[in-house]
């Protein structure tokens, strides 16, 4: 299988040192590479790529606010020359952060990191799957357990205004709380009820319940954004399950 990977990054050096390493890895092929925030993201909308990699400071554009406005699903990896991005970078469900001058070996390492996660999420297997498991499913929990410090809260589901993928884990939101589940969000998707619980991305499941409004972008992109003020891009993968409550 080969991977299309974009490079994004307004250095120059940069870019190139990421090429060489990139050339060296047989099964990632470069599409395309982009220095703004803007280009990045109307390159992304356009190629597609599997895998990106990308830079913090940009002219223009953040390489957060590049993710806040692609509406395609590419995992990503951070190349950036300051670390203070780091646990944001993985609220975004990076797949790695590099510290620049990056090493060939540390390269390597989030590419292997980075397959790895493609080979076992690969989405239109495992939403099949899913699909199978709760075609004739009726009932779901209506409560679970969640840690929190030394106590384990049970937590009514139908509290949860949405779920976001943190590597491993999973954060869960309430009206007044947060709690990490060590569960996958795949994982948990399986006890909720699709009826109620809508995955808009890869990284992040909504309660329709306290979703305020959708967003229409002009590029076809959608946001939705929740009754708590927060906002989700919602990624063409799952477009259509928004689309089907719109009447």
Same mark, same amino acid.
């Given at each position: 299988?080969?991977?299309?990977?974009?490079?994004?990054?307004? @250095?120059?050096? &940069?870019?190139?040192? =990421?090429?060489?390493? /990139?050339?060296?890895?047989?099964?990632?092929?470069? $599409?395309?590479? +982009?220095?703004?925030?803007?280009?990045?993201?109307?390159?992304?909308?356009?190629?597609?790529?599997?895998?990106?990699?990308?830079?913090?400071?940009?002219?223009?554009?953040?390489?957060?606010?590049?993710?806040?406005?692609?509406?395609?699903?590419?995992?990503?990896?951070?190349?950036?020359?300051?670390?203070?991005?780091?646990?944001?970078?993985? @609220?975004?469900? &990076?797949?790695?952060? =590099?510290?620049?001058? /990056?090493?060939?070996?540390?390269?390597?390492?989030? $590419?292997?990191? +980075?397959?790895?996660?493609?080979?076992?999420?690969?989405?239109?297997?495992?939403?099949?799957?899913?699909?199978?498991?709760?075609?004739?499913?009726?009932?779901?929990?209506?409560?679970?357990?969640?840690?929190?410090?030394?106590?384990?809260?049970?937590?009514?589901?139908?509290?949860?205004?949405?779920?976001?993928?943190?590597?491993?884990?999973?954060?869960?939101?309430?009206?007044?709380?947060?709690?990490?589940?060590?569960?996958?969000?795949?994982?948990?998707?399986?006890?909720?009820?699709?009826?109620?619980?809508?995955?808009?991305?890869?990284?992040?499941?909504?309660?329709?319940?306290?979703?305020?409004?959708?967003?229409?972008?002009?590029?076809?992109?959608?946001?939705?954004?929740?009754?708590?003020?927060?906002?989700?891009?919602?990624?063409?993968?799952?477009?259509?399950?928004?689309?089907?409550?719109?009447?």
């Amino acid at each position: 299988m080969t991977i299309t990977c974009v490079i994004i990054d307004d @250095e120059q050096l &940069a870019r190139e040192l =990421l090429r060489e390493y /990139i050339e060296q890895v047989d099964n990632i092929t470069i $599409v395309g590479e +982009a220095t703004k925030g803007k280009d990045a993201v109307e390159m992304i909308d356009s190629l597609k790529p599997d895998l990106i990699f990308l830079d913090v400071q940009m002219p223009g554009m953040t390489g957060f606010d590049v993710l806040d406005d692609i509406t395609h699903d590419p995992y990503v990896v951070f190349t950036t020359a300051y670390d203070q991005y780091a646990i944001k970078a993985f @609220e975004k469900n &990076a797949v790695d952060y =590099l510290l620049k001058p /990056i090493d060939l070996e540390r390269f390597q390492l989030a $590419v292997k990191r +980075a397959l790895e996660r493609m080979k076992a999420e690969q989405y239109n297997v495992g939403e099949l799957l899913r699909n199978m498991k709760t075609e004739n499913k009726t009932s779901y929990d209506s409560h679970i357990f969640v840690q929190k410090s030394e106590k384990l809260i049970n937590l009514p589901v139908e509290e949860i205004m949405f779920l976001e993928a943190s590597g491993d884990y999973t954060i869960l939101t309430t009206k007044g709380d947060q709690f990490v589940s060590s569960s996958g969000i795949g994982k948990l998707e399986e006890i909720l009820n699709p009826d109620v619980f809508i995955r808009v991305h890869r990284s992040t499941i909504i309660n329709i319940n306290f979703l305020k409004e959708i967003e229409k972008h002009f590029n076809g992109g959608m946001i939705v954004k929740m009754q708590n003020g927060k906002s989700f891009p919602v990624s063409r993968t799952y477009a259509k399950l928004i689309r089907k409550k719109v009447v």
